[in-house]
């Protein structure tokens, strides 16, 4: 069975510009996350998705960032504009559909985002 | 809101050898999930060993064990015979159990990096 993937697992842009990290959870998961990790700094949450509908997004920075998950399957998270504090790495994760149980997250390897 | 706190930003151990990685959380609530979670370099985190709040029995996983004290809000790791293979950067991690909209969320705590020497 495939583990949550990411693509690109490297970006590097510059201020202003745009740049769209791309995750595919494992397959029949419904639910997807994501977070961020800015350096020397704790993993933080961004957002949930169950299936295709936003659970919880308390953790989006700003309107600069815009996650979708059209048909369920994979997601984007598009920065625009790209600032400097928005660089660091990216993770996605992603879970069966839980309930409220003590279920395990699985985590993709990361996107790095350096913003120059 | 919670939070959790890797006190250890660097800690080693000699390979076969027993160690103690730190983790404190501030919460609330009653009910609630604890997670250790494994960065091996160059790769994806997985999980190490899981504990839920209401049970009072440590969690253990082969050689990982935690000590959680839910009075002092304390949730460490025990690695017992480390091995190479253990050298990662680890963190503890918290989840509610109580519902709501933020039911999916992880807060993390810091990290702290394992140097295991042979």
């Known amino acids: 069975e495939a583990g949550v993937t990411q693509f690109p697992s490297h970006s590097v842009i510059e201020k202003g510009q745009t740049v769209t990290l791309r995750c595919d959870p494992i397959s029949g998961h419904d639910n997807l996350y994501w977070y961020r990790r800015v350096m020397g700094k704790e993993i933080k949450f961004l957002l949930h998705?169950?299936?295709?509908?936003?659970?919880?997004e308390s953790g989006m920075p700003n309107n600069r960032f815009l996650a979708e998950r059209t048909g369920g399957t994979y997601s984007t998270l598009k920065v625009q504009p790209a600032e400097l504090e928005d660089s660091g790495v990216y993770f996605c994760?992603?879970?069966?559909?839980?309930?409220?149980?003590?279920?395990?997250?699985?985590f993709g390897p990361g996107t790095r985002l350096t913003v120059t | 809101a919670q939070t959790v706190t890797q006190s250890q930003p660097e800690m080693s151990v000699q390979e076969a050898e027993t160690v103690t990685l730190s983790c404190t959380y501030d919460t609330s609530e009653s009910d609630y999930y604890l997670f250790w979670y494994k960065q091996p370099p160059s790769r994806q985190m997985i999980l190490v060993i899981r504990q839920e709040a209401y049970k009072q029995q440590n969690a253990t996983e082969n050689r990982f064990s935690v000590n959680f004290q839910k009075a002092a809000k304390s949730f460490s790791l025990k690695i017992s015979d480390s091995q190479l293979g253990d050298a990662a950067m680890y963190f503890c991690a918290y989840r509610s159990a109580s519902g709501g909209t933020s039911y999916g969320k992880l807060t993390f705590g810091q990290g702290t990096i394992l140097t295991v020497h042979p």
């Open positions: 994760a992603s879970s069966p559909q839980p309930g409220q149980g003590i279920y395990e997250q699985y």
């Open positions: 998705f169950v299936k295709e509908s936003k659970q919880d």
